[in-house]
């Protein structure tokens, strides 16, 4: 979905709307929410949720269990190096 609208931070038209994943917590305890919403403004820059984005990630988080279904995942650990 890519809609152009106007840029909150901004004020430029052209702002657009991806579907990015975001996780939250860690361990047995890691919620991930895919298909959120994100503004992205190619002229300044910005990224944001709307706040009504925001309010349906805390319903999605805080009733977790009538939404989510369990899947496998792998997890990696980043290294430096030095």
Do not use: W
């Given at each position: ?41 190619s002229h300044c820059g ?37």
């Amino acid at each position: 979905m890519m809609n152009k609208l106007k840029c909150d931070i901004c004020g430029k038209q052209g702002a657009q709307i991806r579907q990015v994943s975001r996780s939250y917590g860690s361990g047995k305890n890691l919620l991930v929410i895919d298909e959120i919403p994100l503004i992205s403004c190619s002229h300044c820059g910005e990224s944001y949720f709307t706040a009504e984005t925001l309010h349906e990630v805390e319903r999605i988080k805080l009733h977790r269990k009538g939404f989510a279904e369990t899947k496998p995942v792998s997890v990696a650990r980043f290294h430096q190096v030095a």
